[in-house]
């Protein structure tokens, strides 16, 4: 079955996809510098590096006449969480409507929107059943809810919205936790253990594999890519030892305490529980609880990667604040892999 990733990012939607047999037969992503990172770990897929405003659908629609899915996530900027009603017709859910667009013109047997969990929860489900009813005047049948990928094995506190929707009569469901459980130790221990500034975007491994995660991260690996470790300051050095295994900015001196806003900020990870959600910017202890459970440093590209289940022969491209940016905004390939089957096995179910 042939897959149009629309928003797609690096690609964790298109990993998971891959994984469950499918084909991704284009992409479309603005970024330049991400759209070179997708298409250097898709080789089979073709690539539109643009805005997806200024496709040329019919001509899009030539090249690839046959598509089963399109999936993607487009910002829904015009809705909001304090109650006031927007509609999808807002201006600033142009890209949302690209994604109904691009629906309606190549006629899927299904599609894949996902999203932040608000949009399903915002003004009781205003903004979600305009959604489903956008989909359903196009023929198509739709569900949706949240998912938490560390209900399927990802060591993340991440929580999407999904849609699902089958034309014509609808099938499927969301698919049903798995009951797979990953831990911070169990995801990352494997890798050498660098500190500050420390570490080379290509190296070897240094330790075999010990948990089933890690087994399958390394499947297929030779080399370790992207575990460079963030230089940190002498200052940030000095409050980072100051902070022992599983405590966090509590337990620091007055001098020491900051005013970072952000939940988790100048805390270690647990190593025997789950990260939060990864964000673009898991490179500093001020942003969040992205400091490594047990060395005085934050995450890594290839942790916060595994972090994410990108597998480490996925390599991440370009500048280190693109490759941040790259791994945090990803949806995790192992919750993309868990909505792929689902459609998959609908599919050999129904041949």
Request: with cysteine.
């Amino acid at each position: 079955m042939k897959v149009a990733d629309l928003f797609a990012g690096v690609g964790g939607l298109s990993q998971g996809f891959i994984k469950a047999g499918f084909e991704i037969e284009f992409a479309v992503e603005y970024d330049k510098e991400i759209a070179k990172a997708y298409a250097f770990n898709h080789k089979n897929t073709v690539v539109y590096a643009e805005d997806i405003c200024d496709i040329d659908i019919n001509e899009i629609i030539k090249k690839h006449p046959f598509i089963d899915v399109v999936m993607g996530g487009p910002p829904c900027q015009g809705y909001s969480q304090k109650g006031k009603r927007m509609s999808i017709d807002d201006p600033r859910n142009f890209l949302f409507q690209q994604f109904v667009w691009f629906v309606k013109e190549f006629r899927p047997k299904y599609f894949v929107l996902e999203n932040v969990p608000n949009i399903i929860t915002t003004s009781n489900g205003y903004f979600k059943n305009q959604i489903i009813n956008a989909f359903e005047y196009l023929g198509y049948q739709v569900v949706c809810g949240v998912l938490n990928a560390s209900d399927f094995g990802v060591p993340q506190d991440r929580r999407r919205a999904i849609f699902i929707g089958q034309l014509g009569h609808l099938e499927i469901g969301l698919p049903v936790p798995n009951g797979l459980k990953t831990t911070i130790q169990d995801a990352i221990y494997d890798l050498p253990f660098i500190n500050s500034g420390a570490g080379l975007e290509v190296a070897d491994y240094d330790k075999k594999p010990f948990s089933s995660f890690q087994q399958v991260m390394r499947n297929g690996a030779k080399k370790l890519y992207n575990h460079v470790a963030t230089n940190h300051s002498l200052k940030a050095l000095e409050r980072l030892a100051l902070i022992p295994k599983g405590k966090g900015k509590e337990v620091l001196p007055k001098e020491h305490r900051t005013k970072s806003i952000y939940s988790g900020t100048w805390s270690r990870l647990l190593e025997d529980g789950i990260a939060p959600t990864i964000t673009t910017r898991f490179d500093t202890p001020s942003s969040g609880r992205f400091t490594h459970p047990i060395l005085n440093r934050c995450l890594t590209v290839r942790e916060a990667a595994r972090i994410q289940s990108f597998p480490d022969t996925f390599i991440f491209e370009g500048s280190r604040t693109c490759q941040m940016k790259q791994v945090g905004n990803a949806v995790p390939p192992m919750l993309a892999y868990e909505i792929a089957k689902v459609i998959m096995n609908n599919e050999n179910k129904t041949k």
